[in-house]
């Protein structure tokens, strides 16, 4: 087996520490994603799945970091070969994953936008969509969608102000019509909802491309260095080619081909 440069394998072993770091902080970013979303919004559909696949892909990355280091270490090819197809796999993941959100972000607001108006009048909802937007009221302190008279004649109690909402002055007091045709007075937020929803999905999409670029550069990184080290642990009779010299020989005849001599004219 031929050796390894050793400068090869401190800079493939800083490479691996770069690469650990980066999955505690898919780690890190999966639990202030989890804590934020229990505290401050409600329970989206899609919350769990990507809770689950930022979990499984920081897990997955420090795994695969600690075998490319490994291999490094104890210049075993085998771990090498395997962090090699494990990287090359995830570098193809990661341009599956990031491709779509990167063509869609631009998209985000129109559809979202588009998505919400189909619900309106609140009032006159599904239930459970109203019982989510008062829960999404009551925990991120908004009105409506997008203007409380999204609520028709029925502005509920999760948009009135706490005394903390009031002396921070992010209230409004408006006067509307309730279902018996009285006028009425209330304190609610000022802000609406879907800026705060809007804010939330352009959030988790910044978060998933930077994810997905970041690691696919780990991930070329990690195919160039792993197969540079893989190499040099060919033996050297594996890697050494023999030059073949092709010789062209030196000597010409000078005398004229014989069929000259026969055709010479005669000499008077």
Known sequence: MGEVNVLLKRVFT????????????ILGLAMMSQILTNSHSVDMTQRATGLIVLYLTGSITMVVAILGAYGAHRENKGCLIAFLVCTLVGGLVMI????PFIATRPRLEPVLREGFQHMLPLDQANPNVQDMFNTLQSRVHCCG???????????????????????????KT????????????????????????????????????????????????GVILSSIMIHQ?????????????????????TAPPKYQELNNPPIY
């Open 14 to 25: 800083i490479f691996n520490i770069i690469f650990a770091l980066a999955g505690g902080v």
């Open 96 to 99: 599956r994953l990031g491709t």
């Open 145 to 171: 969608i997008f203007d409380y008279k999204d609520w028709g004649t029925h502005v509920p109690e999760s948009c009135e102000c706490n005394m903390k909402a009031k002396e921070q002055g992010a209230c």
């Open 174 to 221: 408006i006067t509307y019509r309730n279902i018996m045709e009285s006028q009425r007075t209330k304190t609610i937020y000022s802000q609406t909802c879907f800026a705060i929803v809007l804010s939330y999905a352009l959030l988790g999409a910044d978060i998933i491309i930077g994810v997905a670029l970041t690691l696919f550069i780990l991930a070329v990184l």
């Open 233 to 253: 642990m060919r033996p050297r009779s594996a890697r050494q080619r023999t030059t073949v010299l092709l010789t062209v020989p030196t000597v010409f005849s």
